[in-house]
């Protein structure tokens, strides 16, 4: 059952569309992949999907009971998160944001929730150590933490392997599976990491000149996989 | 010593000393709670924007002769703040240059305001306490001690009530949109809470040093310590402690408050500072 459908989507800047006419479900249970070149747009969709930016054209339809405000979004690390001091549990915390209304506090029920969330990526003996002070792939299970603590359908990853090395690297898409086959959660990920997308995705999102939106079967015999996949080669 | 403590004795018997007091804690309490989140945010040079903007409706306000100039100060720098934020966002002149560019220009609008129609003798004595404070904490009506006690209070409510929201939105003001907490309001909020902040500092420090009261203590704390709750309560913490000893130097040593307040938090900042590259050290 589609817990996302994207109608007629247009997205772009100041009236100048990127890509145009996107369709596509987001079926409850899917691993998909969202690949391209740079500048493709990748990150436009995913801000259209999260309710940041409004498209140009077409929407975005949350149904099956499902909101777009119950999205978990791992984002792209910024500039001032490297340097905040908060720690774990703070931060984790900080994803139950989204059932609070105006209610000031955390409550018992939302802090289990952070604290079964810590446990699941891992992190419990950290959970009161400072952010800025762990390695790259523990802020990234952290934050991890976080978005599980925002869904409990639908995680929206960003690139969530950027800089990281290729055991950890390993290790976060391992979580990310698990969580996906085991607790049945829905991903959409942005990735660069073409190989990656192939071996766990069932979904394929490529846009660019040219859009496919389907499963990895047919994409691996699509037009767009050859170009691409040929191209990936030559960026190393 | 004796004589020193016979003098503060002496002192403590006046109640302006006591309002002084009174209202320079509840200023540097409200003032460093915003900090760590200005400081995070980048937002540091907002506060030194408007504290300017609150210096030019200050001269206007005593170009019209207004007796009670609080609250038209306190009007004109509320909505400042709204602005900068609001266009600051999607405006043709990005957000250090609008901020750059209204902070001089209140800045001198101000200055020339006063030289034109003041009816004051000594116009470079006014300019330097509006700009520096020097004396104007001394001299507080029981109605000026009021409203800066009632602001404070109201401040520190709003700061804890929405202590979870301003959090969430500092650390990943995206993530925080995307689950559905409304950031743009909580940054106005941010906003709105920085405006009577430094209304109610400028009495303290002036309108040129009113950064440092924001950020100092929470640069300090950051040093320090490494979670968001510590760093803010030690910031207030830290805070209180350099206005107290600040006011009691300068009132023994006949100083200027402000400039002395600022000192002793640069000294604090110093320590910290030392304090944490020892603990970061031992850490390695």
Known sequence: ???????????????????????FDINSGD????????????STLMKTILGLQPPLEGKVIASDGFKQTEIGYLPQQTVVQKDFPASVKEIVL??????????????????????????????????????????????QRVLLARALCATKKMLLL?????????????EIYDNVYSLNRDDKITVVMISHDIEAALRYATKIIHIGKTVFCGTKEKYLSSVEARLFLKGGETNG | ????????????????????????????????L????????????????????????????????????????????????????????????????AIAMISVGALAIGYLLLNIFSKSSNISGDVCSTLFGSTSILTLTTTEVWICGVLSVITVAVFIVFYNKIFAVTFDENFARATGTKAGVYNLLIAVIIAVIIVLAMNLVGSLLISALVIFPALSAMRVFKTFRSVTICSAIVSVICAFSGIIVSILAGTPVGSTIVAVDIIVFVLFFILGAIKGGIRK
């Open chain 1, 1 to 23: 059952m589609a817990l996302l459908t994207c109608k007629d989507l247009s997205l772009g800047y100041e009236g100048h569309p990127i890509v145009e006419n996107l369709n």
């Open chain 2, 1 to 32: 010593m004796a004589e020193l403590f016979n003098k503060l004795i002496l002192y403590f018997q006046y109640p302006f000393v006591i309002y002084a007091l009174i209202v320079g804690v509840l200023i540097a309490l409200c003032s460093s």
């Open chain 1, 158 to 170: 960003d690139e969530p392997v950027t800089g990281l090395d290729p055991i950890v690297t390993a």
């Open chain 2, 34 to 97: 915003l900090g760590v989140t200005l400081v995070l945010k980048r937002f540091s040079f907002i506060g030194d924007g408007l504290s300017h903007v609150a210096f030019g409706a200050m001269a206007l306000a005593a170009v019209f002769d207004l007796t009670n100039n609080m609250p038209f100060v306190l009007a004109v720098t509320v909505i400042s703040a709204i602005l900068l934020l609001q266009v600051g966002q999607n405006a043709k002149i990005k957000g250090d240059a």
């Open chain 1, 31 to 42: 691993y998909v992949c969202i690949v391209g070149e740079n500048g493709s747009g990748k």
């Open chain 1, 94 to 139: 900080s994803g139950c944001g989204n059932g609070m209304g105006l209610r000031p506090f955390y409550n018992k029920e939302e802090k289990k929730r952070a604290a079964s969330n810590i446990e699941k990526m891992g992190m419990s003996e950290y959970a009161d150590k400072c952010y800025r002070e762990l390695s790259g792939g523990q802020q």
